[in-house]
């Protein structure tokens, strides 16, 4: 993973990378610069890549000021911290349904740190407990051809196929979510997309394109993301015994845990700008119109930023991590996420006390170079 760069370069926190033609950076403040100025980096980077651009309207990823505050705002209306605390008694219930499948052993992701995101997200945008395997589905397939595409370079056939999948799986996705909208709009329910057909800001409404785009962002964004949250958090937690124990004795510990471990092992590890003009970024000029790549999880093990950051610590006090990005685009889903992180691992310890990695079936790490975690961590239960 690109934080070994640190070690590597300590020298460069800004600098081109002949082989992608992007502008790496790794510093934490120099990050936060960019972060927190989108008019010279802009979260557009379509517009560099255009045959990447599925589905652009309502996708808030990549708007900048001032149609993102617009979007921002409307999806805000719906997306409340009350509708995700409400989430909680359903979050332990799916939790504790996944659980009662595992046996002695278990594998985690598989057993409950992927579905759980996605069947949460399911739920909250109202798609039938029928249609579940379907959507489902999908989500996997759209996930597993996407992840194995580098949008920049050259491809393979192979990878072309892939590429090809992946938009099929998009596109009936894409159809499943409109036609649900339409129903929403002749029939409102208690979901998320009701709430965002109904939402209203200075006269404003949301379209259906955009209500369906921003439904794919939320799967896009919200589900591997937490996934990897949940294993990364237990294999951090089971790397350190002292620091195990403690959070098993004391669950208030819990959410440092989490914010530790979205620190040491960032799933998300980078994110995309684009210079609308000629600038300076830690010294270092960059012209207009490139690509930048934001390693967050790079920052994270920033010396400057954190004492000993290739320490696992839970109890960091404070830990002003970048897991969850900074400024405009700061993560819509951070309380849904840090609300799975907490009851799924809550619940986990209170079932299984003896809970630990199996020594004998090693955890997997997924093979992406922009998203860091476990896609497979085996688990002996008692
Ligand atoms: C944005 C990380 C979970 C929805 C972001 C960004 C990061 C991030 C780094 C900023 C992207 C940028 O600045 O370009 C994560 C991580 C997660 C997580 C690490 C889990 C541990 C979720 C969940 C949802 C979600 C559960 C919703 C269900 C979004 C949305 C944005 C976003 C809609 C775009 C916000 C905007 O552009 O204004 N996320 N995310 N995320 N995230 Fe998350």
Not at 97 to 124: F, K, S, T, W
Request: with cysteine; glycine share 6%; proline share 7%.
């Amino acid at each position: 993973a690109q934080f070994w760069l640190r070690g590597q370069r300590p020298d460069r926190e800004v600098g081109y990378e002949e082989a992608t033609g992007m502008w790496e950076v790794h510093g934490y403040p120099e990050i936060l610069r960019a972060l927190s100025d989108p008019a010279t980096f802009s979260s557009n980077t379509q517009r560099l890549v255009p045959e990447a651009s599925g589905f652009s309207e309502g996708n808030l990823t990549q708007l900048d000021p001032p149609d993102h505050q617009k979007l921002r705002k409307l999806v805000s209306h719906a997306f409340t911290p009350k509708v995700v605390a409400d989430l909680e008694p359903r979050i332990a219930e799916i939790t504790v349904e996944l659980m009662d499948q595992m046996e002695d052993r278990a594998e985690l992701v598989a057993d409950l740190a992927y579905p759980l995101p996605v069947i949460v997200i399911a739920e909250l945008l109202g798609v039938p407990a029928s249609d579940r395997d379907k959507f489902k589905r999908w989500v996997d397939g759209m996930f597993n051809s996407t992840n194995k595409v580098s949008i920049t370079g050259d491809r393979s056939p192979e990878d072309e196929a892939y590429f090809a999948s992946a938009m099929e799986q998009v596109g009936e996705l894409a159809n499943y979510l409109t036609e649900h909208v339409r129903e929403r709009r002749a029939e409102p329910r208690a979901d998320l997309l009701s709430k965002l057909v109904e939402a209203e800001v200075d006269g404003v409404r949301l379209t259906d394109a955009e209500i369906t785009n921003f439904g794919m962002v939320l799967l896009v964004a919200g589900h591997i993301t937490t996934t990897m949250l949940l294993g990364n958090t237990l294999l951090c937690l089971d790397a350190h015994p002292d620091q195990f124990a403690m959070v098993r004795a004391d669950r208030s510990m819990v959410p440092a845990a989490i914010e530790e471990s979205l620190r040491f092992l960032s799933p998300f590890a980078a994110v995309s700008r684009v210079t609308n003009e000629e600038t300076e970024l830690g010294g270092v000029r960059i012209p207009a119109d490139q690509m930048l790549l934001l390693w967050i999880a790079a920052a994270n093990r920033d010396p400057r930023q954190f004492a000993d950051p290739n320490v696992f610590d839970v109890t960091r006090d404070p830990n002003p991590q970048l897991g969850f990005g900074r400024g405009i685009h700061f993560c819509l889903g951070a309380p849904l996420a840090r609300l799975e992180g907490k009851v799924a691992l809550n619940l986990l310890l209170d079932r299984f006390p003896e809970l630990r990695t199996d020594p004998d079936d090693a955890p997997e790490f997924l093979p992406s170079p922009n998203m860091t975690g476990v896609r497979r961590l085996p688990l002996l239960l008692r």
